[in-house]
């Protein structure tokens, strides 16, 4: 009897895992497990010296108008790299008009933001320093403010050596791309793409399976699972102002064709779980609301709860180990760095 009941259990172990490999076989025809290595990116090669310029920068609340606001304000690295906010808080306690995207795997997106304005990460870093609802400064004062402090002149000099004027706003983008390419969280589910199918859960692993087959995959796939491609956002039903507020256009503003109304970059997924509210408009707190939404203004399927809950299941996998990023000792202002200012100059 003993003997039956271990033959019987390896049997149903032995069919557990064959389904599990059948299921990793087909998640790998649309995801891709995270690089082990920090990325390379186009026309900026990443160096330790880089990095940590980057990282400083990142940090410093210098680089806005008021002294008030850094990236790290809106990409706070321990709520999972955004601010957890409707939409972010800005210069003089301004609303700015879309939720912050997290910063972490930013570097495999397509192009960034929701409209994706920015190719780039050089490109996105250049945006919040010189919007007024965000950090309201001008490339020439980050540059005075820069200049004012021996400790980041000798960090762009070792950051950029071959260049006779190092400290420069493109240099300033520079670092901030190469810091920013360094923040890759690792998750469960990239360790059952590399062969754990341990890795996940079975309630995970049925969620990843009707991600696929009711066709979330078709738009979040990838590296990042999304974070490429634009869709309009209620392909089949659009949503109520309440989540779709009609005064946002989307990517219309950024191409001024009519097509791109209410279309907007496909959402990058990895930490989702930890990213909340949702949408561009940060009106949903939950992410089994978040998935239900989606299901019914995307794919038009109203989706159970018990589907639902097995989908966000799998959306938790997608949670990573944040990289350890010790907060910076930034240089000290001298006599003649900019001084602060909450004017809003419309």
Known sequence: MKLFITTLLASVCAISTAGANELRDKALDYFVPLPSTVPSVQDNPITPEKIELGKALFFDPRLSASGVFSCHSCHNLSTGGDDNRETSIGHGWQIGPRNSPTVLNSVLNEAQFWDGRAEDLKAQAKGPIQASVEMANTPEVVIETLLSMPQYREWFADSFPDEATPVNFDNMARALEAFQATLL??????????????????????????????????????????????????????PGAEILPPDDKGRFAVTETVDDEYVFRASPLRNISVTAPYFHSGRVWDLEVAVQIMAQSQLGQVLPDEEAAAIVAFLDSLTGEVPEVPVPALPPETATTPRPTAEIVR
Do not use: K, W
Request: charged share 15%; net charge negative.
């Open 185 to 238: 969280t690792p998750a469960p589910f990239d360790a059952f793409l590399n062969g754990n199918i341990a890795a996940l859960t079975e309630q995970q692993q049925q969620g990843l399976d009707l991600f696929i087959d009711r066709g979330c995959a078709a738009c979040h796939s990838g590296v990042n699972v999304g974070g490429h491609g634009y869709y309009p956002f209620g392909l089949i039903e659009r």
